[in-house]
T-cell receptor, first 111, second 112 residues
């Protein structure tokens, strides 16, 4: 009963590097989300998807890209990492009109 | 644009005391959630409130929703140390996407 699985758990990037944060869910949820949480702050929505092949921007999409080729997977791509992208990233899924199920997060540091 | 505000941002309380966390939001919404986050952990869903006047209770926590005032409250009764965590409200921004806009959170510290 895995739920939402995120990898990696921790990552340190140098400025200008790129990486992909992986997210997969086994609950057959159509809706998936990426949030970032800065220290002492709430969560900000980066991108979301309502189904395979459909993605849209959230509150803070700049510097990120997503894709949704399958129901299960929703990777988040960082191109040209910047210190401002240092944060904890949470992936979540839902069946729609129901609580979001969150992964355990990826802690990213850009130096 | 939907804005969600919580207060207080930090709450230090003694065990056995009662207190209330407030969540205000700026535009009409049909759905409001409360989440709990322990330090370094993920978010756990506590309550979903779907209509005006909705009240949900679980143990020492009770959540309510007033859609006319655009206000939700999370009331803590006779706090215990195990309730120490950060509590977030999150409001559905509408459009059948279940996009949630989160408040900044309330860090609750229950002192013995």
């Amino acid at each position: 009963n895995a739920g939402v699985t995120q990898t990696p758990k921790f990552r340190i990037l140098k400025i200008g590097q790129s990486m992909t944060l992986q997210c997969t869910q086994d609950m057959n949820h159509n809706y998936m989300y990426w949030y970032r949480q800065d220290p002492g702050m709430g969560l900000k929505l980066i991108y979301y998807s309502v189904g395979a092949g459909i993605t849209d921007k959230g509150e803070v999409p700049n510097g990120y890209n997503v894709s949704r080729s399958t129901t299960e997977d929703f990777p988040l791509r960082l191109e040209l990492a910047a210190p401002s992208q240092t944060s904890v990233y949470f992936c979540a899924s839902s069946a729609g009109n129901s609580p979001l199920h969150f992964g355990n997060g990826t802690r990213l540091t850009v130096t | 644009e939907l804005k969600v505000e919580q207060n207080p941002l930090f709450l230090s309380m003694q065990e056995g005391k009662n207190y209330t966390i407030y969540c205000n939001y700026s535009t009409t919404s049909d759905r409001l959630y409360w989440y709990r986050q322990d330090p370094g952990k993920s978010l756990e869903s506590l309550f979903v409130l779907l209509s005006n006047g909705a009240v949900k209770q679980e143990g020492r926590l009770m959540a309510s929703l007033d859609t006319k005032a655009r206000l939700s409250t999370l009331h803590i009764t006779a706090a215990v140390h195990d309730l120490s965590a950060t509590y977030f409200c999150a409001v559905d921004s509408g459009g059948a996407t279940n996009k949630l806009i989160f408040g900044t959170g309330t860090l609750l510290a229950v002192q013995p």
